[in-house]
């Protein structure tokens, strides 16, 4: 799915924590969504998933207009905060089925998915345990297998790997993420960990005080540096850092 | 539930022999099974009963019928301890119908016969009622020596006397079903265990009591409390002291045979555990024949004979068993609504929980057709979306019929209770608790929905409607068509309580003045309604002040239009007109409320999460630990 955004801009306050931002995200790209505390992530997370409403501005998908009862377009994606939401009285096997039949994914054969995916996240033992019982990370494991096994077209992630996931499960995220992109998926993801983003993602946002500085393909990126792989984002954040000063 | 006695027994035993086989079928069965000291009070309690009475008719200087005649007296002491036990009767029996039912070696056996769910469940609910009739006779003696201290036979007093024996019968079968069908958690062996704890102290009050005038006053009010009291207060008021409104109570007799006809549908519609199947090809008395059946001592040898083979391997029995027995084991804490937190808790094996997943029960919609009767009815009226959304907000199960029928119960409590206190307080507080109970119903129908708003590990809180494809729009269409599925169950209750406020006041049944009085309640209740969807946006912590200021503005014009429209609804008398434009306008004040939200939601800036601060964090982390517990 096309996402696009025209000059988007949020406000909390005074502060305006998205700045008229413009982007294009074709299909089937993984887009990592970088910046420093305060820059704006997670409210450009929030928007396009319209849990938070800009204040001017649009969003467009597949070139219709985004609106928050266009139940259509929101069906085809879905969104994981950092801290994921959910009943804490419902088990694990109870908020996927209920994710899976709002999203019509219910279809026979699913079941399967659902087992590879639990069992990839190594929460296979836990579908009978509420969730309010979990750890935040196991909690992020439900919602990403909700999420993965529901697979709508775009998969927006709230700092999945700060979410208190262990290395194995954030290995099993980086896997089906992959496979995701591959089968046209578009998953936007928020992170600081730059190293990470640099090896796992198509292309890279870099936002700062709500504005966007970059936004290009990671290969662009490497060929206009001179410094080795791994240090490309940190590079760039330095003369960010030099530019802003 | 099999015909022949020595087949049952030996097939009792095989039951138990490839139970024991299997260790983790064996673990499954000991937890579900009642503890020893179940047993042990069981057996205390049995031989305690007739031990009490033996007492009362014996040791004590008067037989506890002949007390009641002899003296002139009322004696509640005596009622309570029989109505102590004529409802520790009914709770024992329905504990032991669930028992049967849910996890016992009868249902390890039927589930190997040719017999269906509905067949087995009519053989146990025949041998409760003679069981319930044998038992009852402890009970029933009581008033056999009501009876014999008349002295004189077959008058009317006599029949009278029989006739409230039979109802006393009636009443102990008709709360077993309830409490089996309604509160199958009331009857777990725990709850037995208090049950005969409150039974010793009943005894022990009842026996100090005797002589304790100040007490006679409370246990008479025990006695109108609970129903197996009934009979006894209707026999010492109604039959030996002449007075004619104690036989009001027969209306909480229909009202409780009215419930059990429900019950034992409930039962039926509810009872259906076909994939029971312990030890799956093995136990193979899927062969037999209905024929084999009716003939079972003919063909008794052939039948044991197949059981007593011995599997080739134990191992290779178990796993395929376990696939068809978890859908028992869910399906019978979904129905009993027992997911304690131990049990919520607990881990299952990775083949466990492929075997669950398989089974697509996390899938399935909710049986509608298969749920109470207000379930059923609602069936009716939703399309398949609003049926998903209602499941979405009540997280799978509405569970209304259950919550009515408490009501229900509640409610007939409070009338007893109102009644004992008219008789002090006059005829007005029946006006007052009428208007209040009808106050009370807006409280039942807000109802239980906790899938409406979503939290965190934070303590933060979002909006259903903001993290999932479901809009507010929708939620306004549902909560229409749900105010008036629910005015129209409710209604016999509002109509019941207008009624009654309306006697309370002038003395007289008026069914016009009453009827219209209950339409116009059941509208305030549609109109309310209105309101729900809103209360499930949580306040968002990112609006200016000046949209608060708007809100809170609005929300004042608007409240006051509604008592305004409110009072103008009453107060318009006959005119028909400013009647129909005040119910317009309380409609009206709620979708100008929705259609404000859905504004603010689509054209606002406005953010579905709403960040707490940290004292309403810790409170709301502190709710979290409790609702587990607080929602089943």
Same mark, same amino acid.
Not at chain 2, 162 to 188: D, H, K, M, N, Q
Not at chain 2, 495 to 504: F, K, P, Q, S, V
């Given at each position: 799915?096309?996402?696009?955004?025209?000059?988007?801009?949020?406000?909390?306050?005074?502060?305006?924590?998205?700045?008229?931002?413009?982007?294009?995200?074709?299909?089937?790209?993984?887009?990592?969504?970088?910046?420093?505390?305060?820059?704006?992530?997670?409210?450009?997370?929030?928007?396009?998933?319209?849990?938070?409403?800009?204040?001017?501005?649009?969003?467009?998908?597949?070139?219709?207009?985004?609106?928050?009862?266009?139940?259509?377009?929101?069906?085809?994606?879905?969104?994981?905060?950092?801290?994921?939401?959910?009943?804490?009285?419902?088990?694990?096997?109870?908020?996927?089925?209920?994710?899976?039949?709002?999203?019509?994914?219910?279809?026979?054969?699913?079941?399967?998915?659902?087992?590879?995916?639990?069992?990839?996240?190594?929460?296979?033992?836990?579908?009978?345990?509420?969730?309010?019982?979990?750890?935040?990370?196991?909690?992020?494991?439900?919602?990403?297998?909700?999420?993965?096994?529901?697979?709508?077209?775009?998969?927006?992630?709230?700092?999945?790997?700060?979410?208190?996931?262990?290395?194995?499960?954030?290995?099993?995220?980086?896997?089906?993420?992959?496979?995701?992109?591959?089968?046209?998926?578009?998953?936007?993801?928020?992170?600081?960990?730059?190293?990470?983003?640099?090896?796992?993602?198509?292309?890279?946002?870099?936002?700062?005080?709500?504005?966007?500085?970059?936004?290009?393909?990671?290969?662009?990126?490497?060929?206009?540096?001179?410094?080795?792989?791994?240090?490309?984002?940190?590079?760039?954040?330095?003369?960010?850092?030099?530019?802003?000063? | 539930?099999?015909?022949?006695?020595?087949?049952?027994?030996?097939?009792?035993?095989?039951?138990?022999?490839?139970?024991?086989?299997?260790?983790?079928?064996?673990?499954?069965?000991?937890?579900?099974?009642?503890?020893?000291?179940?047993?042990?009070?069981?057996?205390?309690?049995?031989?305690?009963?007739?031990?009490?009475?033996?007492?009362?008719?014996?040791?004590?200087?008067?037989?506890?019928?002949?007390?009641?005649?002899?003296?002139?007296?009322?004696?509640?002491?005596?009622?309570?301890?029989?109505?102590?036990?004529?409802?520790?009767?009914?709770?024992?029996?329905?504990?032991?119908?669930?028992?049967?039912?849910?996890?016992?070696?009868?249902?390890?056996?039927?589930?190997?016969?040719?017999?269906?769910?509905?067949?087995?469940?009519?053989?146990?609910?025949?041998?409760?009622?003679?069981?319930?009739?044998?038992?009852?006779?402890?009970?029933?003696?009581?008033?056999?020596?009501?009876?014999?201290?008349?002295?004189?036979?077959?008058?009317?007093?006599?029949?009278?006397?029989?006739?409230?024996?039979?109802?006393?019968?009636?009443?102990?079968?008709?709360?077993?079903?309830?409490?089996?069908?309604?509160?199958?958690?009331?009857?777990?062996?725990?709850?037995?265990?208090?049950?005969?704890?409150?039974?010793?102290?009943?005894?022990?009050?009842?026996?100090?009591?005797?002589?304790?005038?100040?007490?006679?006053?409370?246990?008479?009010?025990?006695?109108?409390?609970?129903?197996?009291?009934?009979?006894?207060?209707?026999?010492?008021?109604?039959?030996?002291?002449?007075?004619?409104?104690?036989?009001?109570?027969?209306?909480?007799?229909?009202?409780?045979?009215?419930?059990?006809?429900?019950?034992?549908?409930?039962?039926?519609?509810?009872?259906?555990?076909?994939?029971?199947?312990?030890?799956?090809?093995?136990?193979?008395?899927?062969?037999?024949?209905?024929?084999?059946?009716?003939?079972?001592?003919?063909?008794?040898?052939?039948?044991?004979?197949?059981?007593?083979?011995?599997?080739?391997?134990?191992?290779?029995?178990?796993?395929?068993?376990?696939?068809?027995?978890?859908?028992?084991?869910?399906?019978?804490?979904?129905?009993?609504?027992?997911?304690?937190?131990?049990?919520?808790?607990?881990?299952?094996?990775?083949?466990?929980?492929?075997?669950?997943?398989?089974?697509?029960?996390?899938?399935?919609?909710?049986?509608?057709?298969?749920?109470?009767?207000?379930?059923?009815?609602?069936?009716?009226?939703?399309?398949?979306?609003?049926?998903?959304?209602?499941?979405?907000?009540?997280?799978?199960?509405?569970?209304?019929?259950?919550?009515?029928?408490?009501?229900?119960?509640?409610?007939?409590?409070?009338?007893?209770?109102?009644? &004992? !206190?008219?008789?002090?307080?006059?005829?007005? *507080?029946?006006?007052?608790?009428?208007?209040? %109970? @009808?106050? $009370? =119903?807006? #409280?039942?129908?807000?109802?239980?929905?906790?899938?409406?708003?979503?939290?965190?590990?934070?303590?933060?809180?979002?909006?259903?409607?903001?993290?999932?494809?479901?809009?507010?729009?929708?939620?306004?269409?549902?909560?229409? &068509? !749900?105010?008036?599925?629910?005015?129209?169950? *409710?209604?016999?209750?509002?109509?019941?309580? %207008? @009624?009654? $406020? =309306?006697? #309370?006041?002038?003395?007289?049944?008026?069914?016009?003045?009453?009827?219209?009085?209950?339409?116009?309640?059941?509208?305030?209740?549609?109109?309310?309604?209105?309101?729900?969807?809103?209360?499930?946006?949580?306040?968002?912590?990112?609006?200016?002040?000046?949209?608060?200021?708007?809100?809170?503005?609005?929300?004042?014009?608007? %409240? @006051?239009?509604?008592?305004?429209?409110?009072?103008?609804?009453?107060?318009?008398?006959?005119?028909?007109?400013?009647?129909?434009?005040?119910?317009?306008?309380?409609?009206?004040?709620?979708?100008?409320?929705?259609?404000?939200?859905?504004?603010?939601?689509?054209?606002?800036?406005?953010?579905?999460?709403?960040?707490?601060?940290?004292?309403?964090?810790?409170? %709301?982390?502190?709710?979290?630990?409790?609702?587990?517990?607080?929602?089943?």
């Amino acid at each position: 799915m096309l996402i696009q955004t025209e000059q988007l801009t949020k406000q909390y306050g005074r502060k305006r924590a998205l700045d008229e931002i413009t982007l294009t995200i074709d299909p089937g790209q993984i887009v990592a969504v970088l910046g420093p505390n305060g820059a704006g992530k997670t409210t450009l997370l929030r928007c396009l998933s319209g849990m938070s409403q800009a204040n001017s501005g649009r969003i467009l998908f597949d070139n219709e207009v985004f609106a928050r009862d266009r139940l259509d377009l929101r069906t085809r994606y879905h969104f994981v905060p950092d801290f994921p939401f959910a009943v804490p009285e419902w088990t694990i096997l109870q908020h996927i089925g209920m994710v899976l039949r709002t999203y019509g994914a219910d279809e026979p054969g699913i079941e399967e998915r659902v087992i590879e995916l639990l069992e990839d996240f190594e929460i296979l033992t836990h579908i009978e345990v509420t969730i309010g019982k979990l750890s935040r990370g196991q909690t992020y494991k439900a919602a990403l297998v909700a999420l993965m096994a529901a697979d709508p077209e775009v998969w927006i992630l709230d700092e999945p790997f700060a979410s208190g996931m262990d290395p194995h499960g954030i290995a099993a995220f980086r896997r089906h993420t992959r496979d995701a992109a591959k089968r046209g998926r578009t998953v936007l993801y928020s992170t600081q960990l730059l190293e990470l983003a640099e090896s796992f993602s198509d292309r890279v946002c870099i936002i700062s005080d709500g504005k966007v500085h970059a936004f290009d393909p990671m290969s662009h990126l490497r060929n206009q540096s001179d410094v080795a792989d791994g240090q490309v984002l940190e590079e760039l954040f330095e003369r960010l850092r030099e530019v802003q000063e | 539930m099999i015909r022949s006695k020595v087949f049952e027994k030996q097939a009792r035993e095989l039951a138990l022999v490839r139970l024991k086989a299997s260790p983790r079928l064996w673990r499954i069965f000991q937890k579900q099974k009642p503890a020893w000291w179940y047993w042990l009070l069981i057996g205390i309690a049995l031989i305690l009963s007739p031990l009490g009475i033996f007492i009362i008719f014996v040791a004590l200087p008067f037989s506890a019928g002949m007390g009641v005649i002899d003296r002139g007296q009322w004696q509640p002491g005596t009622g309570c301890l029989v109505a102590g036990i004529a409802l520790a009767t009914a709770t024992g029996h329905a504990a032991w119908l669930i028992q049967e039912l849910l996890c016992s070696r009868s249902l390890a056996i039927v589930s190997h016969l040719p017999l269906s769910d509905e067949q087995f469940l009519r053989q146990r609910m025949r041998r409760l009622a003679w069981a319930l009739t044998i038992f009852s006779i402890v009970v029933l003696s009581f008033f056999v020596g009501v009876i014999t201290g008349l002295g004189q036979f077959w008058t009317t007093r006599t029949l009278a006397v029989l006739g409230l024996a039979g109802l006393e019968w009636l009443i102990i079968s008709a709360l077993t079903f309830i409490i089996a069908a309604y509160f199958p958690r009331v009857a777990s062996p725990n709850t037995i265990a208090k049950f005969a704890g409150w039974g010793g102290l009943t005894f022990a009050a009842g026996l100090l009591a005797r002589n304790v005038i100040n007490l006679e006053k409370v246990m008479t009010l025990i006695l109108l409390i609970v129903p197996t009291g009934w009979p006894l207060v209707m026999l010492q008021f109604g039959v030996l002291n002449q007075e004619r409104h104690v036989w009001w109570l027969l209306i909480g007799v229909i009202a409780l045979i009215g419930l059990t006809w429900a019950s034992i549908i409930r039962l039926r519609n509810k009872y259906s555990v076909a994939e029971v199947s312990f030890t799956e090809g093995t136990f193979a008395i899927a062969v037999l024949k209905q024929e084999f059946l009716e003939e079972a001592e003919a063909a008794e040898e052939l039948f044991t004979q197949d059981l007593l083979e011995e599997p080739e391997d134990d191992d290779a029995v178990d796993e395929p068993a376990l696939g068809a027995e978890i859908p028992l084991i869910r399906r019978i804490v979904n129905w009993l609504t027992l997911a304690n937190e131990e049990r919520e808790a607990a881990e299952v094996s990775a083949d466990e929980a492929r075997e669950v997943i398989r089974s697509r029960d996390f899938l399935q919609r909710n049986e509608w057709e298969r749920a109470g009767w207000i379930e059923r009815a609602s069936n009716r009226v939703f399309d398949e979306r609003e049926h998903f959304l209602v499941e979405l907000l009540t997280g799978g199960k509405p569970r209304w019929s259950y919550r009515l029928s408490v009501i229900c119960v509640q409610v007939l409590a409070g009338l007893l209770i109102l009644y &004992v !206190l008219s008789l002090t307080f006059g005829r007005g *507080l029946f006006a007052i608790c009428g208007h209040l %109970a @009808l106050a $009370a =119903i807006t #409280g039942i129908m807000r109802g239980a929905w906790p899938g409406a708003v979503w939290r965190n590990k934070t303590g933060n809180v979002c909006s259903m409607t903001g993290l999932l494809p479901v809009s507010v729009k929708e939620l306004g269409r549902l909560s229409m &068509v !749900l105010g008036v599925a629910r005015v129209t169950v *409710l209604m016999p209750m509002i109509l019941g309580m %207008a @009624l009654l $406020a =309306i006697w #309370g006041i002038t003395g007289k049944w008026n069914l016009s003045n009453g009827g219209m009085y209950a339409l116009k309640t059941g509208l305030i209740l549609i109109a309310m309604h209105q309101w729900w969807p809103v209360a499930f946006l949580p306040t968002s912590s990112t609006r200016a002040w000046w949209h608060i200021i708007i809100d809170i503005a609005g929300i004042v014009i608007l %409240a @006051l239009s509604w008592l305004g429209c409110l009072v103008g609804l009453f107060v318009a008398g006959d005119s028909e007109l400013w009647s129909l434009a005040a119910a317009a306008g309380l409609l009206g004040c709620g979708w100008i409320l929705q259609a404000w939200a859905q504004y603010q939601i689509l054209k606002m800036p406005f953010d579905f999460v709403t960040i707490l601060r940290t004292d309403q964090q810790a409170r %709301a982390q502190q709710i979290q630990k409790i609702l587990p517990d607080r929602t089943w």
